[in-house]
C-alpha cells in the first residue's frame, strides 16, 4: 500500500453491464401489474413492454430456462443472478406460445432463447410487460437502467456495480 493510496480509494468496484434481452420499451418495474415486481420483492432492475420476437441471453453465464419457458434465470461468471419473466402469470400458459430455442447451461450474450407469439399472448389477456430483475441484492451497491424508450436485442439496459 502506497503513501497516497487513501486518496484513491477503495479498489475499483465491479460493474456489470447488462444488454437488452429482447426489443421494445424500457417501463420502471412499477409499471408491472404485478407486486412481487412492482415492488421489487424479488429484486431491482427494469422491465421492457415487449415488441414480437424472442428473448436473447443479455450476458454471457449460465442459464436455466424454467419448464414453462415464460422465465429465464442467468448466473454470470461475476456471480451476478437475473431472471428475464416474460410477462406477468404467463406460467399459467403451460409452454403455449413461448418456444424453447437453447438447452439449459452455457450460453454467450446475444444467442437466441425463447420464441414468443406476441399476440397469442395477448390474446389471453396476460399481460406481457417482461421485468429483467437482479435476485441477489446483497452483492449490489447499485443499479442504473441506461436505456430509456425504445430498445432492440443488445442495446446496453443496465450497469450494475458490485459490492
Request: one cysteine or more.
Amino acid at each position: 500500500m502506497g503513501f497516497f493510496d487513501f486518496l484513491k480509494g477503495k479498489k475499483d468496484k465491479k460493474v456489470v453491464e447488462i444488454y437488452s434481452p429482447l426489443a421494445g420499451r424500457v417501463i420502471p418495474l412499477e409499471e408491472v401489474p404485478d407486486d412481487a415486481f412492482s415492488q421489487k420483492m424479488i429484486g431491482d432492475g427494469c422491465a421492457i413492454d415487449p415488441a414480437p420476437g424472442a428473448i436473447y441471453a443479455p450476458i454471457d453465464g449460465e442459464i436455466d430456462i424454467f419448464e414453462t419457458n415464460h422465465a429465464i434465470s442467468v448466473e454470470t461468471p461475476s456471480g451476478l443472478e437475473l431472471i428475464i419473466h416474460f410477462g406477468v402469470d404467463t406460467v399459467k400458459l403451460n409452454k403455449e406460445g413461448l418456444v424453447r430455442i437453447a438447452e439449459n447451461g452455457g450460453v454467450k450474450r446475444g444467442a437466441e432463447l425463447v420464441k414468443y407469439d406476441l399476440d397469442l399472448i395477448k390474446s389471453k389477456n396476460y399481460s406481457t410487460k417482461t421485468p429483467i430483475i437482479v435476485t441477489n441484492m446483497d452483492v449490489v451497491e447499485s443499479i442504473e437502467v441506461v436505456a430509456n424508450g425504445d430498445v432492440n436485442v443488445g442495446d446496453l439496459l443496465m450497469k450494475v456495480t458490485l459490492k
